[in-house]
């Protein structure tokens, strides 16, 4: 799945196994570390592995930072089916249930539309001026510019008790 092109299309580079490997170590560490990481997404009976979704810390200082971010990354051939926002939606009920987090932020460069569709049907909101280069990107990269997304603990038990009409 990340050595996908189109998968990659929105990261600086694709995945080879040994860094496909090095980032399962990685959602490993933090589980152990967090209690939370990124976790795999399948379909009973239908797809063993979609692709992940999850919480992470970022590993780059922002004015945001620290953080914990929601992301999602799922193959191609299970896009535009509603399982990242399925999934998305679960994750921020245990981020803002048991694990008791205040708040949960996203991030993606701005042409990156299904994915901020993604944040805004979670009801993510941004805020522009909070907008940001991507630190681990150098200057004049075409990915470096990112919008941010933010909810709280409150607006998401709002919404999922249908108060925000959502």
């Not at 909101?125 to 709280?152: C, K, M, Q, T």
């Amino acid at each position: 799945m990340s050595a996908d092109p189109d998968v990659m299309r929105y990261f600086p580079g694709l995945l080879d196994r040994t860094a496909t490997e090095a980032l399962v170590k990685r959602i490993r560490a933090g589980f152990d570390q967090r209690g939370f990481g990124l976790w795999a997404v399948e379909l009973p009976g239908e797809a063993p592995f979609l692709g992940y979704v999850g919480l992470a810390v970022p590993a780059f200082e922002t004015h945001f930072t620290p953080c914990v971010e929601i992301g999602w990354r799922l193959a191609a051939a299970h896009w535009r089916k509603g399982y990242a926002t399925e999934a998305a939606a679960a994750v921020l009920d245990a981020a803002f249930g048991p694990l008791g987090l205040r708040e949960v932020v996203s991030f993606t460069v701005p042409h990156n539309t299904p994915s901020r569709m993604v944040m805004e049907k979670l009801g993510m909101v941004r805020d522009p001026a909070e907008d940001f280069e991507h630190p681990r990107l150098a200057e004049g990269h075409p990915l470096r510019r990112h919008v941010l997304y933010r909810i709280g603990a409150k607006g998401w038990l709002r919404r999922r008790s249908g108060a925000a009409g959502g």
